[in-house]
């Protein structure tokens, strides 16, 4: 019966883990450049073998929510007109300057500084090929692969990484490893939007949110057997 707890806690975690996802994923769904996040839900028994081998004795059932991923496909795409508005049209990630170092974005809604310099939304300086800031002046025309016509300059695209990359919030990215060039193109006037289904979203919060209640039954359920259980013992 204890087994039983932990089987309708994992379903509650789960749930609550794989609602948290779906949640985010709607709150972005206006978020420029936005990639959505995907999770499953696995057998906990089946991940603990997958980890430590087949040989773990006897194992109550549960879930767990694994497979946590970005899905990089493109988003739609919007015209704007705005000459600072860069979309990315196939693979590739812009690459700007943080306080705590290089960090990637799909986010193409930049704007010119004070400086007159290439700068994101929250203003960290978007680089060129060679690792420099880019001051473009105005009027300026950038091109499908990225150079920028008054300056020869050219804007630096990374593919996305095989594995995989990190969220730091303010829609940027981190990553690790080698990266290569990516092999997208640029289209000025223009912005990606979030590629967050909103109808599948929703139906996902909807059937999470039955699991979630199904889950805390059973726990209810554990409980009031237990709760019998010691009542029959007193009797006794």
Not at 139 to 165: H, K, M, N, Y
Not at 205 to 224: K, P, T, V
């Amino acid at each position: 019966m204890i087994r039983g707890f932990y089987t309708a806690l994992s379903g509650i975690v789960s749930s609550m883990t794989r609602q948290a996802v779906v949640a985010d994923n709607i709150a972005n769904v206006n978020t420029v450049g936005f990639k959505a996040s995907r999770t499953v839900q696995d057998d906990f028994e089946l991940q603990i073998m997958n980890s430590l081998g087949p040989e773990l004795g006897q194992l109550g059932t549960g879930a767990v929510a694994t497979g946590l991923k970005i899905d990089i496909s493109q988003g739609p795409t919007q015209v704007t007109g705005l000459q600072s508005d860069l979309a990315i049209e196939g693979d590739g990630l812009f690459v700007v300057r943080t306080g705590g170092g290089v960090a990637y974005t799909r986010a193409g809604d930049f704007q010119l500084d004070a400086t007159g310099t290439l700068v994101t939304e929250q203003g960290f300086a978007v680089l060129d090929t060679a690792g420099h800031t880019i001051q473009p002046g105005q009027p300026f025309t950038v091109t499908s692969d990225g150079t920028i016509v008054e300056t020869g300059q050219r804007i630096a695209l990374v593919g996305w990484p095989p594995g995989g990359v990190t969220r730091l919030g303010q829609n940027l990215y981190s990553a690790g490893g080698q990266l290569t060039p990516g092999t997208g193109s640029i289209r000025q006037g223009a912005l990606e939007g979030s590629n967050t289904d909103l109808a599948l979203s929703m139906t996902d919060l909807i059937s999470l949110q039955r699991n979630f209640q199904m889950s805390s039954r059973a726990l209810s359920l554990q409980d009031g057997t237990i709760a019998d259980a010691v009542q029959l013992g007193r009797l006794r």
